[in-house]
């Protein structure tokens, strides 16, 4: 079954994402791939970003699509001692963000000390998942590139099979007390050349053990260029052959 949703999207506006993201040509794109919601979602990592995100909110006003669109947001884990996220209730409350989607986007670590670098990214998104202002978690145990070169903190991780289950429990279980979805991102993981082949199937197999605990996970290409967005179909294949059905995928209306 190809993907209904796609709640994970960048637009050229903040940047990241490159001049293919415009928000007409991301809808229409997404209308051709036959979705029926989508949540645009570009990074806020700090208060002076807020102008941009009124840009993409006056694109959303012009378009007339049969999506359901929301107007959304990514936030990063800012302040490693205490998981704080970079946005508070003002700021939402400013921004209009429906949904906040975030989690954290580093090791915090310059040299590989696995232990240690486990222990925090786990508490790090468990406090993500207590924030009330975030609603998913995204791509979980994702880093970047650089942090998998060779004498990198990243450089030992090439198996979810490396993380202890019962961090898998502790996370699914705190999603499920604070109703927080999880995330199965494409680009991030399954699109990313930093994870092979054996470690996008250990990662699947982790998705499939959070779903089967009662967590809704949240679909997102986090497409950065317009010819990523059809990662969502691939991403549902993945998800379907781990046994997760569209019952168990999460809405922002959920
Ligand atoms: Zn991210
Ligand atoms: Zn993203």
Redesign the pocket.
């Known amino acids: 079954m190809p993907s209904p949703y796609d709640f994970h999207i960048h637009t050229t506006h903040l940047k990241c994402a490159n001049e293919t993201m415009t928000v007409p040509a991301l809808v229409e794109r997404c209308e051709s791939l036959g979705l029926e919601a989508i949540a645009i979602t570009d990074h806020l990592d700090a208060p002076q970003f807020m102008p941009k995100h009124d840009l993409i909110e006056a694109d959303l006003a012009q378009i007339d699509s049969p999506l359901r669109i929301y107007f959304g947001v ?1 936030v990063n884990v800012i302040d490693a001692d205490t998981g704080a996220v970079s946005i508070d209730e003002e700021q939402l409350a400013y921004g209009g963000f429906d949904p906040v989607i975030g ?1 954290p ?1 580093s090791s915090y670590h310059t040299t590989r000390d696995r232990e240690s670098i486990i222990d925090l990214q786990h508490r790090l998104m468990l406090a993500v998942l207590a924030n009330p202002l975030v609603e998913v978690l ?2 979980p145990w994702w880093f970047g590139g650089g942090e998998f070169a060779p004498g990198g903190p990243m450089e030992w991780f090439t198996s979810m099979e490396q993380i202890p289950d019962w961090h898998t429990r502790e996370l699914a279980d705190a999603a499920l007390k604070h109703k927080k979805a999880i995330e199965a991102n494409y680009s ?1 993981i399954f699109g990313a050349p930093q994870y092979s082949e054996s470690f996008r199937e250990s990662y699947a197999a982790y998705l499939a053990e959070i779903a089967r605990r009662g967590v809704r996970i949240s679909v997102g290409s ?1 497409a950065h260029d317009i010819n990523s967005l059809d990662g969502v179909h691939p991403m549902m294949e993945v998800l379907e052959g781990v046994g997760i059905t569209r019952e168990q995928l999460w809405t922002p209306e959920v």
């Open positions: 990514e989690g986007h995204v791509h991030a986090d």
